[in-house]
């Protein structure tokens, strides 16, 4: 083991932590993982991976924990049952995609277990997941950052530090921000290329218009290639997913005294979306809430 190894227990074996535990692996990190349903982290075996039976199998005598789970209310329900498990001073990475309080509340669970917290969201998808080309959103003390560095340098191009004090959850508040952007986006896309639908635009002519100009953007290319050519599977970021962080930024919103109409927006097309039965595609599928009668959904392919 060289100095720059590490024992991490990965909890969470979705489309982001199974390919930040292939990373892991392929760092040359000793990696163990858990998954509520043990047959999605099987095929990590394959890759090098320890696949346990337990969350407190996964972080025993880990030097860092790192969780990728649904929302923060699991991270906490999980951890709960797993921290007992873990060695005191041992860092604590949390990547899940969580709401402020969250933050607060699964740091005061460190605290209390001897764990050194991180509040470290990612930014990405699949694609750069699996490629270890994530940005680590990162706040937590100084002294204990060479202990996740290696972590870190295995799941990411870069790591954009914001504090040292991961209970404040400044991580979060950034990762926040970042995905209002992208939950807006997303949205637009889906709503411009429904009305070009409607009016019998051609979605070329609209590509065409904006060309090279300020309001191009490879991000409306990339979802509105998924719409057109029908690709919403696999997902690189889920429908269903793309509405809890939509809530959750809308929450933020609230407790802090801002309204945030597009986001709450998104969050009510991405659940149409799920209730058509898309919850599991692309979020890029938010389209299909544009309409109601399922024979007229589909995208013009001129």
Do not use: C
């Not at 340098?153 to 991961?166: F, H, K, L, P, Q």
């Not at 639908?197 to 953007?217: H, R, T, Y």
């Amino acid at each position: 083991m060289t100095d720059t190894s590490r024992t991490v227990g990965v909890l969470g074996a979705g489309i982001m932590g199974s390919a930040m535990a292939r990373n892991l692996v392929r760092a040359g990190h000793t990696v163990r993982v858990w998954n509520r349903t043990r047959a999605k982290a099987e095929p990590l075996a394959a890759d090098g991976a320890r696949v346990v039976d337990t969350a407190a199998e996964a972080v025993r005598d880990a030097d860092v924990v790192l969780t990728m789970l649904y929302d923060g209310g699991t991270v906490l329900e999980v951890m709960r049952e797993a921290v007992s498990a873990s060695r005191r001073g041992a860092a604590w990475v949390q990547s899940t995609t969580a709401g402020l309080e969250s933050v607060g509340e699964l740091a005061a669970l460190a605290r209390e277990h001897g764990l050194v917290f991180y509040d470290a969201p990612v930014l990405g998808t699949k694609q750069p997941a699996e490629a270890g080309q994530l940005t680590v959103l990162a706040a937590g003390p100084a002294e204990g950052r060479d202990a996740v560095a290696p972590v870190f340098d295995a799941i990411g191009a870069r790591t954009v530090w914001t504090g040292e004090d991961g209970a404040a959850a400044s991580a979060t508040r950034l990762k926040l921000v970042a995905n209002s952007w992208v939950i807006a986006a997303t949205t637009a896309t889906g709503e411009s290329l429904a009305l070009a639908k409607a009016l019998g635009v051609d979605p070329q002519g609209f590509f065409d218009l904006i060309s090279g100009g300020p309001l191009d953007m490879g991000y409306l290319h990339a979802k509105a290639g998924l719409i057109l050519d029908d690709r919403l599977l696999p997902p690189s970021f889920a429908v269903a997913t793309a509405e809890k962080d939509a809530r959750l930024i809308v929450q933020a919103g609230e407790r802090h005294g801002v309204r945030l109409d597009v986001a709450a927006a998104s969050a009510e097309r991405f659940a149409r979306a799920a209730a058509l039965g898309h919850a599991d595609e692309d979020m890029a599928a938010a389209y299909f809430a544009s309409f109601d009668d399922k024979a007229t959904e589909g995208p013009d392919r001129a």
